[in-house]
């Protein structure tokens, strides 16, 4: 595993760091802070893996800059409504691939659980995060993020980000 | 079967709740609506395009696999093998020259003829199938299939209407409207709601709730009540189309229709990227909201620039999936392809405009569960009484024109029930 062997650790540190606050944010309710994780011109997508083994280009979200994901961010404050609960997100150690054109390659697996007001959780959603990680200061910022999801068959409806 | 239902209304302005969570009315569901004499949308004939393709798809809750032969006809037939009741084929999709159950290695081909089962003659003279045993008699039930215009309709029934009679005027020029070109598949979204499949039926029949609960709709004005549009039935009031015109109507026109309306705010918000909202107009009847509705349980849908076929799958009285095909042209511009595809932001189970859907199906169907006998449903918003088509959108009769082919399927007309 060369590749792997020559990540930096400041990289994998940075890494380790971005994906705690990635979940912890979403958890937390924090979602303008989540939204900070990425850079202006991000790519944000989040497509069921029945569609990614197809070859079929069809997103469930798509956010193809940061003020579209602050924009779905507004509309989830204001204008939706949806289900209420409690998100929890527990994301699996990363793995590198090295760096192709300045970003640093990353997958990782998530697993989200959704907790209704009176306690009763439930399995969400599992899946896996494929990102394209950009080095600014030591800090790792997202340009782009594909959430795959294994779980296709979205409980209810999706509201908060993966 | 000795089954009743003790309607308060013979217009069906009153429906009783426990319709949507009894199991006995589910089973006979599915044996008089889903096996029944009436279409039931399969799939896109751009699904599978090239001989050998197939499709595992549901009429009601049997498994149907829609196949392509080698000679390029299309079949259509239950995917249930003769021999012990399995899954044949467990994948959703691909291409085959034939298909084999695992469990005893019983065959099928691409039209649903069982042509072959080892050990048939036995072993070295040994065991084997009686002499006589017949794999035409055991053969996967077929259905009939239309192909209207790539869409693609099946039934059970022998004989029943034919398609263009079942889908009505605007059924069929709808069909054409959005066929009319080849299209290319974007692909797929699906959704688990706990509710009862007729909830989400009645949902797509509801345009009174469009714009109140897809606040989204409203606030940055992709469709509001106040633009020209309607709602349109067939004949026997079994379908429907929602309906609206682009740009038809002012802020002004929608900020004092909705004065008042708690929850609702118009002017409040403004998207920092507008792409969400443009609309390229495709289409020569100028409408940026086209949904027709079939009985039971389908809907070709257009909202501005995503098209979609949505199927409503009935899993279990209390659980519904809804499968979404999303589909543009062939002859899309890369730049067409990739608006369509922000625009699906708009709708699906993460869809700006349609998520709330799964959650408002969900907490009618929870709490409509524990009703006493004799509670019921109020369906008036459009007016009581004779099944009218409106030339605005605040209104629920289509659902009562649901609930009256419903009922003359499962054999429980009221007394003077209107059609």
């Known amino acids: 595993m060369s590749v792997t062997a020559a990540i930096p650790q400041e990289v994998r540190n940075a890494v380790a760091d971005l994906l705690a606050e990635y979940g912890m944010a979403l958890d937390q309710d924090r979602l303008e802070d989540w939204a900070s994780l990425f850079t202006d011109d991000c790519d944000y997508r989040v497509i069921s893996r029945e569609n990614e083994e197809q070859n079929l280009p069809n997103v469930m979200i798509w956010c193809d800059n940061r003020a579209m994901l602050l924009d779905r961010i507004e509309s989830y404050r204001h204008v939706n409504e949806y289900n209420l609960h409690w998100d929890r997100h527990v994301i699996g150690l990363p793995r590198h691939f090295g760096q192709v054109d300045g ?40 340009r782009s993020a594909v959430v795959v999801a294994d779980t296709g068959l979205i409980p209810t409806l999706l509201a908060t980000p993966l | 079967m000795g089954f009743q239902v003790d309607w308060e209304r013979s217009d069906y302005s009153r429906i009783p709740h426990w319709l949507y969570h009894d199991e006995a009315v589910y089973r006979l569901e599915m044996e008089r609506i889903f096996r029944g004499p009436l279409w039931h949308y399969l799939c896109l004939e ?77 072993l070295k003279g040994e065991g084997g199938m009686p002499a006589d045993f017949s794999p035409a008699s055991v053969a996967p039930s077929k259905l009939r299939l239309a192909n209207f215009h790539g869409v693609l309709f099946g039934t059970f029934a022998e004989t029943c209407e034919s398609i263009e009679d079942f889908l009505g005027e605007f059924g069929t020029s709808m069909i054409r409207r959005f066929m009319h070109k080849p299209i290319r598949i974007l692909g797929y979204s699906r959704q688990l709601i706990h509710g009862n499949w007729k909830l989400y039926a009645e949902n797509l029949r509801d345009t009174y709730h469009a714009s109140l609960l897809h606040e989204f709709f409203v606030t940055y004005g992709v469709d509001r009540a106040t633009q020209r549009g309607g709602v349109k039935m067939d004949a026997r009031h079994r379908h429907n189309m929602n309906h609206a015109y682009a740009a038809s109507d002012t802020q002004e026109e929608a900020r004092a229709a909705y004065a008042g309306t708690a929850g609702v705010e118009l002017d409040r918000m403004r998207l920092r990227d507008q792409k969400l909202l443009q609309y390229i107009p495709e289409f020569e009847d100028g409408m940026n909201l086209a949904a027709p509705t079939f009985f039971p349980s389908s809907i070709i849908i257009q909202i501005n620039n995503t098209l979609g076929t949505r199927h409503i799958r009935p899993k279990g009285v209390d659980q519904l999936e809804v499968f979404q095909t999303l ?7 890369p730049e067409m392809t990739r608006h369509r595809l922000v625009l699906a932001n708009l709708v699906g189970p993460a869809g700006l405009v349609s998520m709330e859907d799964g959650e408002a199906i969900e907490i009618a169907h929870r709490t409509s569960a524990s009703a006493p006998a004799g509670s019921s449903s109020v369906v008036e918003m459009g007016g009581r009484g004779p099944l009218r088509d409106l030339a605005h959108r605040v209104t629920e009769t289509p659902i009562r024109g649901f609930w009256s082919y419903w009922s003359e399927l499962m054999g429980v007309e009221p007394e003077g029930g209107v059609r």
Request: glycine letters at 12%; one cysteine or more; a neutral charge.
């Open chain 1, 103 to 142: 970003l640093w390659q990353v997958e990782a697996s998530y697993s989200a659980f959704q907790t209704d007001l009176e306690g009763a959780t439930r399995l969400f959603s599992v899946g896996r995060y494929r990102m394209g990680l950009l080095m600014v200061s030591g800090i790792a910022r997202i």
């Open chain 2, 46 to 122: 751009a699904e599978v395009p090239n001989p050998g393709d197939f499709r595992t798809t549901w009429v009601g809750d049997t498994s149907v696999v829609v196949s392509r032969d080698r000679g390029g006809d299309l079949h259509a037939w239950v995917n249930r093998c003769s021999h012990r009741g399995a899954t044949i084929v467990r994948k959703v999709q691909g291409n085959a020259t034939d298909h084999v159950c695992i469990y005893h290695r019983w065959c099928y081909s691409p039209n649903g003829d069982l042509t072959g089962i080892p050990f048939r003659r036995g």
């Open chain 2, 327 to 333: 589909f543009g042209y062939e002859d899309d511009t």
